[in-house]
């Protein structure tokens, strides 16, 4: 699915069965509430963290998807095309690290 088409098909879902966006600020909170929830199986899985009960654990895939959604539905409501916003991002990125990276003794291992 392209970007262009997600940030339609949440805006269509948000229209028809979730009623209205919450409002931005709202938005906002629960994105950071989702972040840390992602940030919890993360530290568990892969880091020094143990889950206390195993049916704690939950699918970091589903929780990518919360943290992408919010993060549509944000821009949505501030009218930015995250298409546009991540090909302008990706040409920063490429112009300002083209030799950076390469260059990090730390990333040579």
Same mark, same amino acid.
């Given at each position: 699915?392209?970007?262009?088409? =997600?940030?339609? @098909? *949440?805006? /269509?879902?948000?229209?028809? %069965?979730?009623?209205? +966006? ?8 629960? =994105?950071?509430? @989702? *972040?840390? /929830?992602?940030?919890?199986? %993360?530290?568990?899985? +892969? ?63």
């Amino acid at each position: 699915m392209e970007i262009k088409a =997600l940030q339609k @098909e *949440v805006d /269509e879902w948000i229209k028809t %069965i979730g009623v209205r +966006y919450f409002n931005e600020l709202t938005n906002f909170a629960i =994105l950071t509430e @989702e *972040v840390g /929830e992602l940030a919890r199986i %993360i530290s568990r899985k +892969y880091g020094e963290q143990s889950f206390k009960n195993p049916e704690e654990e939950k699918d970091l895939a589903d929780e990518m998807a919360d943290v992408l959604w919010v993060l549509v539905c944000l821009a949505n409501q501030t009218g930015v095309d995250l298409e546009d916003a991540i090909q302008k991002n990706i040409a920063k990125k490429t112009n300002r690290d083209k030799d950076r990276h390469k260059n990090n003794q730390k990333l040579s291992k």
